[in-house]
């Protein structure tokens, strides 16, 4: 079995460290003037250097070779060559993520603390993904790394530093790891090809630290995929056969409907790519990219180059950069934000993606935004039915007297709850707050908020509440127990009243004082007359 690059391949010494310098010069100074911190903090993503400058510090604290005023150690005295192998007695690394227990740290770190060191000066305990101790681990482990004994030193790294408690933080020298540039990167990719003994073309180069995303051990990865295609002269072609079209492909493509404004090809487009396995949260990640660039471009001096995106697409994304202007592009960033953050919890991994396209495009029954007065991307509001005023015909004393009468009855009489089957509520009060409940449903289920987005209420009679939404498979999904209990409970908190649900796939009449429900008709609205041969919707009587 052979090893992997970036194992067979990992820095041995601070001058081989890919980015990372100003971390770099500020440890070789510790190291070179005694000044060594009891307790270190790697924060920053994976794949950058975090273990690797760990396992290098070490190194250059227990060398046996070091010269006095260098940093470097010489990886070839005992003390190195042992912490190379990951032998060494005096170097502990610990993976916090399966040592999460307190019974974990007080056996391994506070216990072994107090082992003297046997030949090396120092004893340190690494410590990757420290985030997933747990609590008690944490409390354990706090003494003792605040007071540690004078051998000891302590490297934590971690990937979620606002998940490591601010005590711990406190006690540690804190270093940030970014994003390796992509020149940097760029000269690993080459240098390791050429150690393997691979030419790759310059495209590759690219593609291969696009895929990286500044991270050196994804890049490695990749490479080291490449490599398994056995072949030493790598080009695009062949590169196709590894790595076939990529996510941000897809992306383009919707980005190209949401600029034309065609729901239906692009909610089309996100079920094709749910469907093809495309991970909906990495794929919203992809989009965010893009529209960063795009907005970069629109509003910096940085313009979008091929390397940013493939070259295949390149032209297409300079399309979307005259179409998609700085408003529209703010307002497609807020909502992509808005759909990572609930896609996490959603039953429905791309319902978010396909809220966002709703809100982004408007209002499906409008082909134009100058037809509604509304904003782009937004979905104009039902206009409440007006209610007729009432008509005061009552003298002044009879109204005095009507008042008192009804005043004494309501003492007389003690106030029945209404049954289910009793309860109506005005339309214009339905609509008042329709907005307020469907903000409210996101206390039962996230997914719930965003299958009410763009709903309408039609009325609420004999204890039953209808409403419309606009696709089939919405009205569906609302007829589930979960969700419409929790629906149901919502109505309860905002209305006060226990209803029956029942979700229509439609538009209310517009004109109509009872608020009913009006049957689409597809042949007044061709979005929906597509939506409907897409989705296999049906028309409500």
Known sequence: MSLALYRKYRPQTFGELVGQQPIRITLEQQVKSGRVGHAYLFVGPRGVGKTTTARI????????????????????????????????????????????????????????????????????????????????????????????????????????????????????QRFDFKLVAQDALTKRVRL???????????????????????SVRDAESVLQQLASLEEKNIADELADLLFPAS??????????????????????????????????????GDALYLAHHLLLAQTSAKKIAVADVDAKIFPRVQELQQRLH??????????????????????????????????????????????????????????????????EVLQKNESVEIEKAESDAVQAEPIQPKKEGDISLPLARLQEKWHTLVTQTKKYNHALQF????????????????????????????????????????????????????????????????????????????HLQELVKKFGGQIIE
């Not at 003792?144 to 490591?164: G, M």
């Not at 393997?196 to 696009?210: H, P």
């Not at 996100?270 to 990495?282: C, K």
Request: proline share 4%; glycine share 8%; hydrophobic share 40%.
């Open 326 to 391: 700085v408003e529209r592009l703010l307002r497609l960033v807020a909502l992509l934000y808005e759909a990572q953050d609930l896609v996490r919890t959603s039953t429905i991994p791309q319902l978010p993606a396909e809220v966002a396209t709703v809100k982004f495009c408007g209002d499906l029954s409008q082909s134009h935004d100058e037809d509604t007065g509304n904003d782009p991307g937004t979905i104009p509001k039902r206009a409440a039915t007006p209610q007729p005023q009432k008509t």
């Open 57 to 172: 510090l070490a190194k250059a604290l227990n060398c046996e070779n070091r010269k006095a005023g260098d940093a470097e150690p010489c990886n070839t005295c005992v003390s190195c060559t042992s912490i190379t192998k990951g032998s060494s007695l005096n170097i502990l690394e610990i993976d916090a993520a399966s040592h999460t227990g307190v019974d974990n740290v007080r056996e391994v770190i506070i216990n072994g603390v107090h082992v003297v060191t046997q030949k090396d000066k120092w004893k340190i305990f690494i410590i990757d993904e420290v985030h997933m101790l747990s609590t008690a681990a944490f409390n354990a482990l706090l003494k003792t790394l605040e007071e540690p004994p004078r051998y000891v030193v302590f490297i934590l790294a971690t990937t979620e530093s606002h998940k490591v408690p601010a005590t711990i933080i406190s006690r540690c």
């Open 192 to 214: 390791l090809a050429d150690y393997e003994g691979m030419k790759l073309t310059d495209g590759v180069v690219e593609r291969v630290v696009r895929e990286a995303r500044g």
């Open 451 to 526: 299958l009410l987005e763009g709903s309408t209420p039609f009325a609420c009679e004999n204890g039953c509440l209808t409403f419309g939404v606009g696709y089939k498979m919405h009205a569906d999904k609302l007829r589930d127990t979960k969700m419409r209990n929790a629906l149901v409970r919502a109505v309860e908190d905002v209305y006060g009243v226990t209803v029956r649900i029942l979700p229509e796939v439609g538009k209310g009449a517009n004109g109509l004082g009872n608020g009913m429900a009006h049957p689409m008709q597809p042949s007044d609205d061709l």
């Open 247 to 284: 996510d941000m492909e897809a992306v383009v493509v919707w980005f190209e409907s949401l600029a034309k404004k065609n729901v239906a090809a692009a909610i089309d487009h996100l079920e094709a790519v749910h469907g093809a396995g495309i991970d909906a949260g990495a794929f919203l």
